[in-house]
């Protein structure tokens, strides 16, 4: 280990921690290129602050990866402006804030590994982490995420959003059934990005030996509820409104984070096998907050590409997929590949069956890892395709009943994979 990596902070930073010496809640705020919205990020925290934990000593840290855009020149010179309206008592201590660069691999997962290291020096009972580019944050966020663990005992809460239908396509068709049925737990937003957690809890992750992995990169959050559920932490999830921020067009953005999200579920699956192996079902966890409906922006998704990439995957990486795939879920895809745009269905019971394949391939090392979840991404589009074709007119709840059916298919394969995953390893 070099001499600097030894030195947890900037001196800078350490001077303030110092000063600062002991506080009560500490406030991430991880960062890349986010000018344009961090400012309104962190007004709506500090007003939180001021509004429900007045007399809590709290730190705000803006834990940047490097950016080229002046973001933390805005969180320096952010004041609380329009929302001191909003505030029932003042503040009785100052809010502090700490704006400084991240260590180690880019990515979210080392931004929060830093915000993690300040929570312990300044021993914070509770902390908070948000999104940089969250622009429905509002003040009532502190109190939920925060509230649970310093007044109801909680270690982690998740949030839970209402979302455009088409925002969270990685969540929907896969990490929320995928951990459901694996850990018993159902935590709407697994990978939300916004959460909130106990001091303990921060010491818990900062110990773990993960941060050369993709957790420091898109892999935390799901890293993050995982760890809390497995480490028997009391686990809650409070309703947060709308998720509104620069969502992206599946069919075009979300391919590097869908290797690394899924890539650490797999991982996790690898370390955990002795826990998720015993739990069967699910249970709901602990919701606080007043739930309603909300306005969302639209997003556009260009399904066309999709089903391109998928029946291009299917023709470019059909032996990949056949090594993959058990034989019967490899049919079943190809047949897919073959059908018309209108009527193209991408059934639930051969996603789970592609999933759960995919998951024992990783297991199993069938091929190199990268070049598996690589070999994911078509399918993924092809079945995000399918979910877009089949939901195109349908409402919030009936969008949410299409989720949960699929998840109940995950959960009752379940015992398949099992069964499985300590197996011989079947026939390419």
Same mark, same amino acid.
């Given at each position: 280990?070099?001499?600097?990596?030894?030195?947890?902070?900037?001196?800078?930073?350490?001077?303030?921690?110092?000063?600062?010496?002991?506080?009560?809640?500490?406030?991430?705020?991880?960062?890349?290129?986010?000018?344009?919205?961090?400012?309104?990020?962190?007004?709506?925290?500090?007003?939180?602050?001021?509004?429900?934990?007045?007399?809590?000593?709290?730190?705000?840290?803006?834990?940047?990866?490097?950016?080229?855009?002046?973001?933390?020149?805005?969180?320096?010179?952010?004041?609380?402006?329009?929302?001191?309206?909003?505030?029932?008592?003042?503040?009785?201590?100052?809010?502090?804030?700490?704006?400084?660069?991240?260590?180690?691999?880019?990515?979210?997962?080392?931004?929060?590994?830093?915000?993690?290291?300040?929570?312990?020096?300044?021993?914070?009972?509770?902390?908070?982490?948000?999104?940089?580019?969250?622009?429905?944050?509002?003040?009532?966020?502190?109190?939920?995420?925060?509230?649970?663990?310093?007044?109801?005992?909680?270690? $982690?809460?998740?949030?839970?959003?209402?979302?455009?239908?088409?925002?969270?396509?990685?969540?929907?068709?896969?990490?929320?059934?995928?951990?459901?049925?694996?850990?018993?737990?159902?935590?709407?937003?697994?990978?939300?990005?916004? $959460?909130?957690?106990?001091?303990?809890?921060?010491?818990?992750?900062?110990?773990?030996?993960?941060?050369?992995?993709?957790?420091?990169?898109?892999?935390?959050?799901?890293?993050?509820?995982?760890?809390?559920?497995?480490?028997?932490?009391?686990?809650?999830?409070?309703?947060?409104?709308?998720?509104?921020?620069?969502?992206?067009?599946?069919?075009?953005?979300?391919?590097?984070?869908?290797?690394?999200?899924?890539?650490?579920?797999?991982?996790?699956?690898?370390?955990?096998?002795?826990?998720?192996?015993?739990?069967?079902?699910?249970?709901?966890?602990?919701?606080?907050? *007043?739930?309603?409906?909300?306005?969302?922006?639209?997003?556009?998704?260009?399904?066309?590409?999709?089903?391109?990439?998928?029946?291009?995957?299917?023709?470019?990486?059909?032996?990949?997929?056949?090594?993959?795939?058990?034989?019967?879920?490899?049919?079943?895809?190809?047949?897919?590949?073959?059908?018309?745009?209108?009527?193209?269905?991408?059934?639930?019971?051969?996603?789970?069956?592609?999933?759960?394949?995919?998951?024992?391939? $990783?297991?199993?090392?069938?091929?190199?890892?990268?070049?598996?979840?690589?070999?994911?991404?078509?399918?993924?589009?092809?079945?995000?395709?399918?979910?877009? *074709?089949?939901?195109?007119?349908?409402?919030?709840?009936?969008?949410?009943?299409?989720?949960?059916?699929?998840?109940?298919?995950?959960?009752?394969?379940?015992?398949?994979?099992?069964?499985?995953?300590?197996?011989?390893?079947?026939?390419?």
């Amino acid at each position: 280990m070099s001499s600097a990596e030894k030195k947890p902070f900037a001196d800078e930073v350490e001077r303030t921690l110092r000063e600062i010496g002991r506080a009560d809640l500490v406030v991430g705020i991880p960062s890349y290129n986010n000018a344009r919205t961090i400012g309104h990020v962190v007004r709506a925290v500090m007003a939180g602050l001021a509004k429900y934990f007045p007399d809590h000593v709290a730190v705000i840290v803006n834990s940047d990866g490097g950016s080229k855009d002046g973001t933390p020149e805005v969180v320096r010179q952010t004041a609380l402006g329009d929302y001191r309206t909003v505030l029932a008592a003042h503040p009785l201590r100052p809010i502090h804030r700490l704006t400084t660069p991240y260590r180690g691999v880019p990515g979210k997962g080392s931004a929060l590994r830093l915000v993690f290291e300040i929570a312990v020096r300044l021993q914070a009972r509770a902390c908070a982490v948000v999104d940089a580019d969250v622009r429905s944050i509002t003040p009532e966020w502190m109190d939920l995420l925060l509230s649970p663990v310093v007044r109801e005992g909680f270690d $982690f809460v998740a949030p839970l959003y209402r979302r455009h239908k088409y925002d969270g396509t990685i969540t929907n068709s896969i990490v929320y059934p995928l951990t459901r049925a694996l850990y018993g737990k159902r935590v709407r937003q697994p990978i939300g990005g916004d $959460f909130g957690f106990s001091g303990r809890l921060a010491a818990h992750y900062l110990a773990q030996d993960v941060w050369h992995t993709d957790v420091a990169r898109f892999g935390v959050d799901i890293w993050m509820t995982t760890t809390a559920i497995t480490g028997g932490f009391r686990v809650c999830q409070a309703f947060l409104g709308a998720k509104i921020h620069d969502a992206k067009d599946p069919s075009v953005d979300l391919s590097g984070m869908l290797m690394q999200v899924v890539g650490s579920v797999f991982d996790l699956m690898e370390a955990n096998f002795p826990i998720w192996a015993r739990v069967r079902g699910s249970e709901p966890v602990p919701t606080f907050g *007043l739930e309603y409906e909300v306005g969302l922006e639209p997003i556009r998704v260009n399904v066309e590409r999709m089903l391109g990439i998928f029946r291009l995957g299917a023709e470019e990486l059909k032996d990949l997929w056949q090594r993959i795939l058990s034989a019967a879920t490899f049919r079943q895809v190809q047949q897919l590949a073959e059908s018309q745009d209108v009527a193209f269905r991408f059934p639930s019971d051969v996603w789970v069956a592609v999933i759960y394949d995919f998951a024992l391939a $990783f297991h199993r090392r069938v091929i190199h890892r990268d070049h598996l979840l690589q070999a994911l991404v078509p399918l993924y589009l092809g079945r995000t395709a399918s979910f877009v *074709l089949e939901t195109s007119e349908s409402t919030a709840d009936e969008v949410e009943a299409v989720i949960e059916a699929l998840c109940q298919h995950f959960e009752e394969r379940k015992p398949e994979l099992v069964a499985q995953w300590e197996g011989p390893r079947a026939a390419g």
